[in-house]
């Protein structure tokens, strides 16, 4: 390593956070200047640039995902990773570019996909013999795979996954995180020879994502199974996460497919079974998007800016001595040693010792970020051999004893995890009305909650209620169902079959 | 996890390798049908296709990357992290989709990429506005980025990595691996206040690529800097680790660009400096692509296919339990425990007991797939309470005590490792021959060698080298250079700057 090198090795601040100018200034970074309950669209967007998680550009919908925002998703692709290895599934990469003969095998597929394919027509200067579509999602190219690796029934399961990011060039509104016309997300696909195992598996990787929104992101989610409006394009039916947010939105976190044989029939995927026979596959698909980071900022997010569980925060404590000119360096050497401990027992810290920014300018710059905890220690602190800890969550601040540290700070941030997904369940429960008629469907959604209604399963009932509130969704038929359903659906008074959940949706 | 989940977790071979038919044949799965060294083309393709690590696709230039191919990338990937985190680069994500205003604003960039850009002009059934480039390469909205982010010294420096794949739509052969039209790599982009920290920087990055292609590909390499007509477009300099292999053609292993001020000034990238003048970035960008693995598969693989290096191999240890019907189980039960044990001191093994298939057979496929170490158990190993170990490099077979696995496994895997590199050194010191004439230098080419050459540093003596031998390029200018030069440049005879290396490139 050069001598450089190993200079910028120690830098303890993350570099690339604008000043705006050469002489450090308190003015200069200002807070989020909305309330969340009072707008929550802007809220959203000063919490994302000013927290430094989202850089925009010049092609809407294409965002910059900067590094506390790529660390995180790293997160959850590490967690990930070590779910599906030990159930056999390979990460490999499939090709960006599809043709659009492939991309258009599967009928009901590319209904669904080909009013927002990006197309690439010219390779440098020579137009293309075929158009190729940038991959909305990897259905049509890797069951063309799958149709050359399987032969017998001895070649199944096979189970794939690839992390990549896919585009949809919709014309909604583009928000980051919630839709982007490209985003990061990853696919899994996988044939088998039964039915059954499929679908065991369908929902056992739902519940992988339960894991990761509940217990990473602090997000509370409903699963269930969607209906066939909302279904994928493609699919015999889809489960999916969902959860509801505190602007008042429901979003669908997470999808698991079942495709039964839609494209085992349209790409000849099929095996010699034992008794001699030459079957088609059972095919599901699942994924997890960039989307969940933006319902964990929707959720947790206050005044101040982001508040990010520690589970998945890239730093966990921000460490602000309090500087006099006659302590200087015994408050630096103290901040020191406290970040080096912490290193030891995996705790990701920043030390904070920027000159010529007053404490006050440092609070609010990390609270922007939503790290978890801050640790601020002054020359009294040093005399005490103490620090003060600060939650980010509720601003609630403790004096421990350096020496506790070790054992304090873990247990903190998990108290901080824990009291994230508490908070986010309860008012998930809150949010969600029981309805037994169609005018109070309509109303509880109006007034941004969640309307649990009986239904018929019908989907001319359920257009009734999309037609009549602007923006409304169903959101599943959650899998939890009570032991008897009222008499009967909210909308059209026959005997229900389920409860189903509806709200204004992301 | 589901009853169902558990069992597929417990499949001891991967899946997807095709048997062709239900009933197992020892004649399905033929070796590699060519020598290497009467047809290193062919042999190649079979080798990644038989090896398992590539798929074809619809579009020229595009590829699929199996599982252990990408389990292979993805070492890279975890080796190079670790080297970056420590210097302070952040990984994170830029779009995929690059404006044309955008990417036509660096002069000499654009005249390179231009030919070779995939355009994007539809979204869905509209026309797009302004062409949009898949990127090619990051540097142009990186430094747009760059220039937001900059304002002060203190803002520097920024040190950036992203991993994601790029497209160049090359219309040269394309090969998996050496030459495709959608490759992955990293693209780290970092900006400085200062020329000797972002110069000191191109050369640590450098010695990093040195690690990844000795240390883990085991493949040798030689760093020095290319000339100015093949350096990047775009950069001040370019340095490169230049590698040749025994198909006698050399490749570019991985490059460092001191990019100097140009795309500072075409993206107005300035800082206000300490001294209160305004002053522009000088800026490098540096990467490495999976190119890497295609060096590393030409350097090792032999008549029976691919040879992985033990440190990037994804499974280290093939077990075939020699099985006869009298002892099956007890068989079985012992090389269960061996993988239990192996996987315990974190070495990957596969336990293929696959009924049906003769040793023979099962000896074939791994070899193929380049596992590094085959371990053989039959009824008289378990008698005799031992196992065979076969090298796949060498075929040497040793006959080693169970109880010494854990200690005999890891040794024999550095020796292999170790090896490798040795010979593959070796052979690429004996390739390079210095020459004093232009005829000598035009011979060494032709004879598929390097030809070592004093140079006086002109464009228009390289310029004569590759228009006189067919594919040829200059390599590099090593920055291992003799103490004293020869008399004369070999093409014009002038005073020699340097001794540069010329040979057929990939």
Redesign the interface.
């Known amino acids: 390593?050069?001598?450089?090198?190993v200079k910028?090795?120690k830098?303890t601040v993350?570099?690339?956070?604008?000043?705006?100018?050469?002489k450090?200034d308190d003015k200069l970074e200002v807070g989020i200047t909305v309330k969340k309950s009072d707008d929550a669209s802007e809220w959203y967007t000063q919490a994302i640039t000013k927290g430094d998680l989202i850089?925009y550009?010049?092609?809407s919908g294409?965002?910059?995902?900067?590094?506390n925002?790529?660390?995180m998703w790293?997160r959850i692709q590490e967690f990930f990773n070590k779910e599906i290895k030990?159930?056999?599934v390979?990460?490999?990469?499939?090709?960006?570019?599809i043709?659009e003969?492939?991309l258009t095998k599967e009928q009901s597929h590319i209904a669904g996909f080909?009013?927002?394919?990006?197309?690439?027509?010219?390779?440098?200067?020579?137009e293309l013999p075929e158009?190729?579509a940038?991959r909305p999602t990897s259905e049509t190219?890797i069951c063309?795979?799958f149709s050359?690796?399987?032969?017998?029934?001895?070649?199944?399961?096979?189970?794939?996954n690839q992390w990549?990011?896919v585009?949809r060039?919709e014309?909604k509104h583009p928000t980051p995180f919630l839709r982007g016309?490209?985003f990061?997300w990853q696919e899994g696909h996988t044939i088998f020879a039964d039915k059954?195992?499929a679908e065991?598996?369908v929902?056992?990787m739902l519940m992988v994502y339960k894991h990761v929104f509940e217990d990473l992101l602090a997000v509370p989610v409903i699963a269930g199974k969607k209906t066939d409006a909302e279904k994928f394009a493609g699919a015999e039916y889809t489960t999916s996460v969902e959860t509801f947010l505190p602007v008042g939105k429901a979003l669908q976190g997470a999808t698991s497919h079942y495709l039964g044989h839609h494209f085992a029939d349209a790409f000849d995927i099929r095996f010699?079974a034992?008794d001699?026979t030459r079957k088609p596959v059972h095919h599901n698909s699942w994924g997890i998007t960039t989307r969940s980071l933006g319902a964990m900022i929707l959720m947790h997010g206050d005044d101040k800016g982001l508040v990010i569980p520690p589970r998945v925060a890239p730093i966990h404590v921000a460490i602000v001595p309090i500087i006099f000119d006659d302590s200087k360096e015994r408050v630096r050497k103290y901040a020191e040693s406290i970040k080096h401990s912490l290193s030891k027992i995996c705790v990701e810290s920043v030390l904070d010792d920027?000159e010529g920014f007053s404490a006050g300018y440092k609070f609010n710059h990390w609270e922007l970020r939503g790290v978890p905890l801050r640790l601020e220690c002054g020359p009294k602190d040093v005399e005490k051999d103490q620090v003060v800890l600060v939650r980010r969550d509720t601003g609630e601040k403790s004096f421990v004893p350096k020496t506790s540290l070790s054992i304090a700070i873990p247990e903190l941030l998990q108290a901080i995890q824990d009291s994230l997904l508490d908070k986010a369940k309860k008012r998930l429960e809150e949010s969600i009305v029981e309805v037994k008629s169609f005018d109070e469907l309509k109303k509880v959604i109006a007034q941004k909650k969640v309307a649990k209604a009986p239904w018929c399963g019908d989907v001319s009932c359920e257009k009734k209620v999309t037609s009549a509130v602007d923006a409304a969704k169903s959101l599943c038929v959650p899998f939890d169902q009570p032991k008897s359903l009222p008499a009967s659906c909210a909308v059209c008074r026959a005997k229900p079959k389920a409860m189903i959940l509806f709200a204004r949706s992301y």
């Open positions: 390593m050069t001598k450089d090198a910028n090795s830098q993350p570099k690339g956070a604008p000043h705006k100018q050469a450090a850089e550009t010049q092609v294409c965002y910059i995902l900067k590094p925002a790529w660390a790293e030990p159930r056999g390979k990460n490999m990469q499939f090709p960006l570019l043709p003969s492939l080909t009013p927002e394919v990006a197309w690439v027509t010219h390779g440098g200067h020579h158009r190729l940038i190219i063309d795979a050359k690796w399987v032969r017998s029934y001895r070649d199944l399961p096979i189970k794939v990549c990011s585009v060039w014309f016309r490209e990061h059954k195992s065991d598996e929902f056992d010699l034992e001699g920027r």
